[in-house]
């Protein structure tokens, strides 16, 4: 996972880039975690650009810090979602919940 924080902005950008399934759904968290705490970012944007599968147990870690970030006052968004997770966000529900954009060039002009 690759991470990046935006002092001006105060946003903090998730890469990650592996699979996210049962085996590294709890490290990555681990990891998100830590970032979060941190660097207490008004700007949370997770970017789905390397990840070719996620199963029931990345829906969840997503869900989770989703909340983390909302109960401390920050913004969370997904950002360079192929085909495949868009489909995976919309049946289970999160596209409906979590702001999900196509590049990060467009969320970029869009940060508050």
């Known amino acids: ?6 002092k001006e902005s105060k946003t903090l950008i998730l890469k990650v880039t592996e699979e996210i399934d049962q085996h590294t759904a709890d490290k990555i968290r ?5 970032e979060i705490e941190i660097y207490s970012p008004k700007n949370v944007i997770f970017d789905f650009s390397g990840i070719l599968f996620m199963d029931s147990s990345g829906i969840g870690m997503v869900l989770g810090r989703y909340k983390l ?38 969320h970029n002009e869009q940060i508050v």
């Not at 996972?1 to 935006?6: A, F, N």
């Not at 681990?30 to 830590?34: A, F, G, H, S, V």
């Not at 969370?76 to 289970?92: L, P, Y």
């Open 69 to 106: 970030v909302k109960m401390l006052g920050g913004n969370f968004e997904i950002i360079n979602v192929n085909k495949r997770m868009k489909k995976i966000f919309d049946m289970s529900g999160v596209s409906r919940i979590i702001t999900i954009r196509e590049e990060e060039d467009e």
């Open 1 to 6: 996972m690759i991470s990046e924080y935006v």
């Open 30 to 34: 681990r990891k998100l975690d830590n």
